[in-house]
């Protein structure tokens, strides 16, 4: 699998988008505190933090005894960036009935 497969197919889960929201709020973020944030249990949001992980998408260190998470903004202005702009374009583009994707994509 393409890396951007495995970067939408971690993207397609609701669970993963709130804890990437959740690490983007505050620009890097514990299990214990995602878990608080989200109210997933720690087995749950583990995994996701894996799947994450394993797209590229999170970077993980070690502090003491925790793993701190925060957004790998690398990716996000390399080609996953490349790809989500040319989406907009391309629905920026689009006829008026788009609307609702154009809605969408700009939250």
Request: hydrophobic share 45%; proline share 2%; glycine share 8%.
């Amino acid at each position: 699998m393409s890396r951007l497969a495995r970067i939408f197919q971690a993207l397609g889960n609701d669970a993963r988008l709130r804890i990437l929201k959740e690490i983007a709020k505050r620009g890097e973020a514990c299990v214990c505190e995602v878990i608080e944030a989200t109210g997933m249990g720690q087995s749950a949001v583990s995994h996701h933090l894996a799947v994450l992980r394993n797209a590229g998408m999170v970077r993980d260190r070690k502090s003491g005894l925790w793993v701190i998470y925060s957004i790998d903004r690398e990716l996000l202005q390399g080609e996953v960036g490349a790809f989500i702009s040319g989406l907009m374009k391309s629905v920026e583009d689009a006829p008026p009935e788009a609307a609702e994707v154009r809605l969408a994509l700009k939250a």
